[in-house]
């Protein structure tokens, strides 16, 4: 008995150091494309062997009250764990980070009886006290 216990207990071991060695297998990159241009212009691109995608163009926007804007139009994509194909695309400039995807959460629709009160105070204007 105790020596099927230790039997397992080895395979178990040995089980475990192999997925241990498969999940830190170094990952192939498979294409790698990158442009940085004195101006403030970019642009790259990246595969990797498990199916990973990444691309972006940065460009720089006339100057603002601050100096000149930097902006970032991109996209990147995966399979998740389920199969899932994932593409996220994204623009980012002086009004902040915005992705858009399937995979990314939305809220919930107003419910109709508050999308009915809040138009009637927005109707209703300021009130005095």
Sequence with gaps: MMKIAVFAAVLVAVASAQQFQQAR???????????IQPDGRFQYAYETG??????????????GRD??????QGQFAWTSDDGTPVQISYIADENGYQPRGSALPTPPPIPEAILKSLELIARAGPQRQ
């Design 25 to 35: 297998a170094p990952i192939p990159i498979l294409r790698l494309e990158s442009q």
């Design 50 to 63: 498990n199916g990973i995608q990444a691309q972006a163009v940065g460009d720089q926007k006339p100057a």
């Design 67 to 72: 100096g000149p804007i930097q902006s970032v």
